[in-house]
């Protein structure tokens, strides 16, 4: 066991029994389910987990009763009935086999999740309406409640029967336990409201049924809030007080701490923060529960090092540690600590693109491994290397290049700048944004550690594809953006956002970011021109500033550039530009707005694809193949994905 993370890599007691060590993949949805069972990609993506070393791992929110559904879709496991038992045993055998752990999380949504079926109520200790999703939430009778506490006892059982190793009772995100616990969600009369004494009655009731039915040799536990962050919400003195009397009962194995709640917008994003959220930001709630407890907290929230990880537990800020998100990035986590290759972890850079999936009902994605979309695949050597020469070093360049390079290929890689990157490395220079860079340092470290010939500076141009050194080219050379059909008379500049980024400045204070193309690019370019002390306004035809961003990093990039006095017009477009005045005009009732003394406007239309060399013949048996934004701008997450792809069949 390597010295360095000797408490990481340390078995923890946790009730009756053991785990390996203290790497912790927490509950989270990947949606593989089929038929809301574990059936076998489900069971694969757990496995990988497992055969890596991974100590504990935990299923996503599973619904226990019909009032308190996470989705009605089919890629999501419910425990409703007798047929989730045969999946828990095939999943528990699996993990198993690779020597770990694994707990079902049992849920109830209350109101936090909007169905819009017919039929469908979603019950919660009061009537409550979501900011979120909207859903005016049915308050619980007392019939109600002993039906839903004897449901968890019957999901539990369940779990037990399929030879899971434990439950785990989600009690956070707003669900149905933090309902009854926070001022905000509870305003009954009742003994189940009012005090805290009352309003933890729920959770109180419920472990103690959960207990009674899986017995003292499976584990329980308890994922919950250490603060709420809201106003009138609950506190951590609230929590210290409820954590200690829940340990108290002895029904409780460990705690899990998290943050925040989902009824509220900003809550609804916090707690999967994204980058540039500081790591470990909730491991001081972990920290101040775990030192009024007597059994294991568990710690969550962008723990993405290893080497971080171990810190806090020699710190004695928790005694088990999630890295959920990095496992996602990279399932070899732990295998790579063993083999002393650290810097071949794949870092997880926070862009969140596995939240953003999940928010749509899609299977889980991640920006910087295409691997997660394919459970327990690999990377197979090629039987016949080839010459391939990748002509683009941006995001989908640099993966198709890396893959090809591990089967092994004999890989060259041209790069017309003097660095490879693409958008993505312009991106990364903004404050915000850095951590994105790691998407490109890896893979240079990665090419670098395979000996691939990568040449920057280097264009390829149309009449020189065919006389290249290859037996196959793949073409990867992006896309490029544009400012759209702006006109002015010259009064005002008009740039784009990669000029922005390019720039070494701006004389220009008062500035207007037109961002048609829906993403980043033009927060990115304001946030920029922020720390360049300018005045911003973003504006957008769209509904909303961003609409194709996904909320968690939306909500944060609101925050940020709101603190910083950006101000946010939608559903208007450009009329006119003239002497410094720019007319804007309501796209859905026309009304006129004017802009003056504007001294510079920033305009993103998306971007047009680099496309010169897709369609090039080439002689002989050679091969071509263009991939990324050359066909169509899209994303990074697309790109790399498609590089993948394509890389694994040459």
Not at 10 to 34: K, M, Q
Not at 58 to 70: A, F, N, Q, R
Not at 101 to 128: F, K, Y
Not at 304 to 313: C, G, N, Q
Request: glycine share 10%; aromatic share 6%.
């Amino acid at each position: 066991m390597p010295q360095a993370f000797s408490r990481l890599l340390s078995p923890l007691d946790i009730g009756a029994l053991t785990v390996r060590n203290r790497v912790l993949v927490s509950a989270h949805v990947p949606g593989f389910a089929e038929d809301n069972k574990p059936g076998d990609a489900y069971i694969r993506y757990h496995r990988t987990y497992a055969e890596n070393g991974v100590g504990l791992q935990i299923t996503g929110g599973t619904p226990v009763h019909e009032s308190g559904l996470l989705s009605t879709a089919k890629n999501t496991l419910w425990n409703l009935d007798e047929s989730i038992v045969p999946g828990y045993r095939a999943l528990s055998a699996a993990v198993h086999a690779e020597g770990g752990r694994i707990l079902a999380q049992l849920a109830h949504s209350a109101g936090t999740v909007l169905i819009n079926e017919p039929g469908w109520v979603s019950w919660s200790a009061s009537v409550t309406r979501s900011e979120t999703t909207g859903v005016i939430s049915h308050a619980m009778t007392l019939a109600e409640i002993r039906e839903v506490i004897s449901a968890f006892g019957d999901a539990a059982e369940r779990a037990a029967r399929g030879n899971m190793d434990g439950v785990e009772i989600l009690s956070a995100f707003g669900f149905l336990p933090q309902a009854f616990l926070s001022p905000l969600t509870n305003f009954r009369a009742d003994s189940y409201g009012g005090s805290l004494q009352n309003r933890q009655r729920f959770l109180f009731e419920l472990i103690e049924e959960v207990r009674s039915r899986i017995g003292p040799n499976k584990i329980l536990g308890i994922r919950i809030p250490g603060d709420e962050f809201e106003p009138g919400g609950l506190t951590l003195d609230d929590m210290k007080s409820v954590c200690r009397a829940l340990t108290q009962t002895r029904n409780v194995d460990y705690l899990n701490i998290i943050a925040h709640t989902n009824i509220t917008h900003t809550g609804r994003g916090k707690h999967w923060a994204p980058t540039p959220s500081a790591p470990g930001t909730f491991v001081h709630l972990a920290a101040a529960i775990r030192s009024e407890v007597d059994v294991p907290v568990f710690t969550v929230g962008r723990i993405t090092d290893p080497r971080h990880a171990e810190k806090i537990l020699a710190a004695g800020q928790a005694d088990m540690v999630g890295m959920t998100r990095a496992h996602i990035c990279d399932p070899e986590i732990v295998s790579k600590i063993r083999r002393n290759t650290l810097a071949q972890i794949r870092p997880c850079v926070g862009a969140n693109t596995c939240i953003a999936n999940r928010y749509v009902g899609k299977t889980i994605r991640c920006m910087h491994n295409a691997g997660v979309a394919e459970p327990g695949s690999i990377i197979v050597k090629t039987t016949r290397p080839k010459k391939i020469a990748v002509i683009g070093g941006g995001p989908a360049g640099l993966e198709c290049a890396r893959i090809s390079a591990e089967r092994g290929h004999r890989v060259a890689l041209f790069e017309r700048d003097e660095k490879v990157g693409g958008q993505l490395a312009l991106w990364a220079m903004a404050p915000s944004m850095r951590e994105l860079g790691g998407i490109i340092r890896w893979r240079i470290d990665e090419l670098n550690r395979l000996g691939v010939e990568m040449q920057c500076g280097r264009e390829i141009l149309e009449d020189e594809v065919d006389t290249l050194d290859a037996d196959i080219v793949v073409v990867a050379t992006g896309s490029d953006d544009h400012t759209g059909s702006i006109t002015s008379d010259g009064s005002v500049q008009i740039v784009s956002p990669h000029a922005v980024l390019r720039g070494n400045g701006v004389a220009d204070k008062h500035v207007l970011v037109f961002n048609e193309g829906r993403g980043q690019a033009g927060l990115v370019a304001a946030e920029v021109l922020l720390r360049q002390s300018c005045a911003v306004e973003i504006i957008t035809s769209d509904i909303a500033v961003a609409a194709d961003v996904d909320p968690t990093n939306r909500n944060a990039w609101y925050e940020r550039l709101g603190e910083a006095g950006v101000e946010f017009t939608s559903g208007y477009v450009v009329e006119s530009v003239a002497r410094r005045e720019v007319r804007l005009r309501n796209v859905f009732d026309r009304r006129a707005r004017i802009r003056r003394d504007v001294d510079l406007i920033v305009s993103w239309y998306g971007c047009r694809s680099n496309n010169a060399l897709a369609n090039v013949k080439l002689s002989g048996n050679k091969q071509i193949h263009s991939i990324g934004d050359c066909q169509s701008p899209r994303n990074v997450e697309i790109a790399i994905s498609e590089a993948s792809v394509l890389a694994n069949t040459l």
